[in-house]
Each structure stands twice: as structure tokens, then as C-alpha cells.
């Protein structure tokens, strides 16, 4: 990695250290870093979840930019799905 990614995980392992203990324990054999660079990007969305260019579609989740691993994107959508359920609901 780039060395201003290097010199920011320099610093920010030993403070996780000191959070989580063990974190930066040095028996350690491998720490993976979880970040979005997976979707660099965000589609739009308004208040109510839809594209403002694109009626009718929901960007959501890791690849529109709404999350960055299961229990993100799994919220993400859920919510997504309770507003187009109340939305799209049949009135009584
Ligand atoms: C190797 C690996 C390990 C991971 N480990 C973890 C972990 O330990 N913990 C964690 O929190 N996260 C982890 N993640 C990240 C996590 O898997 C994702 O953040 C999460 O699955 C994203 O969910 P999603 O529903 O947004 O997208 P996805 O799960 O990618 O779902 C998108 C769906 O859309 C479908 N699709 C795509 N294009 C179209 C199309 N044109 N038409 C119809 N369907 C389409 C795809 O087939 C897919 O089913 C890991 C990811 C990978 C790759």
C-alpha cells in the first residue's frame, strides 16, 4: 500500500489496541482492514430512497455506496424495503 495509507495504519492499529484489547496483539498472524473502497462511489438517492435521475429505482446496498459488509448492507436494504412496502401498500 501507498505510504499515506502505511503511515495511517500505523497509527490508527496501536489505538484499536488500546480500544479492543488483543486488536494489536503481537501473536497476531494477520489484520484485514474493512473499508468501501468495494464501491469507491455512491449513487444518488432522496429522502425517500429513489434515484433522483432514475424514477422507480433504489440504489442500495455495497454496490450503490450504502454499505460496507453484511450487517450494513443487510439494514440498508431492509429499510429500503419497509419504505416501499408502506409506499407501494395496498390501502385498506
Ligand atoms: C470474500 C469476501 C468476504 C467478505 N467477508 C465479510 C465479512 O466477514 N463480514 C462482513 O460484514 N462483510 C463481508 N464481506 C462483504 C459482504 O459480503 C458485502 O458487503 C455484502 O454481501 C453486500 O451485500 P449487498 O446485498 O449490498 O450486495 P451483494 O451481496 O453483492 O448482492 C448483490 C446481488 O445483486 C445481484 N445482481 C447484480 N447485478 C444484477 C443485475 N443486473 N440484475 C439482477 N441482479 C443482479 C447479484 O447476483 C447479487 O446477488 C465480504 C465480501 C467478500 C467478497
Known amino acids: 500500500m501507498p505510504p499515506f495509507v502505511t503511515s495511517v495504519l500505523e497509527r490508527a ?10 486488536f494489536d496483539d503481537p501473536a497476531v ?5 474493512e473499508t468501501r473502497t468495494s464501491a469507491p462511489l455512491r449513487m444518488g438517492r432522496n429522502e425517500e430512497r429513489v434515484s433522483p435521475t432514475v424514477g422507480g429505482f ?5 454496490g450503490a ?12 436494504g431492509a429499510e429500503t424495503a419497509i ?9 385498506n
Open 58 to 62: 433504489y440504489p442500495m446496498g455495497e
Open 29 to 33: 498472524c494477520m489484520t484485514g482492514v
Open 83 to 91: 419504505l416501499c412496502m408502506a409506499k407501494y401498500a395496498k390501502p
Open 13 to 22: 492499529l496501536p489505538y484499536w489496541g488500546r480500544r479492543i484489547h488483543g
Open 65 to 76: 455506496g450504502y454499505a460496507g459488509g453484511i450487517m450494513s448492507a443487510a439494514l440498508d
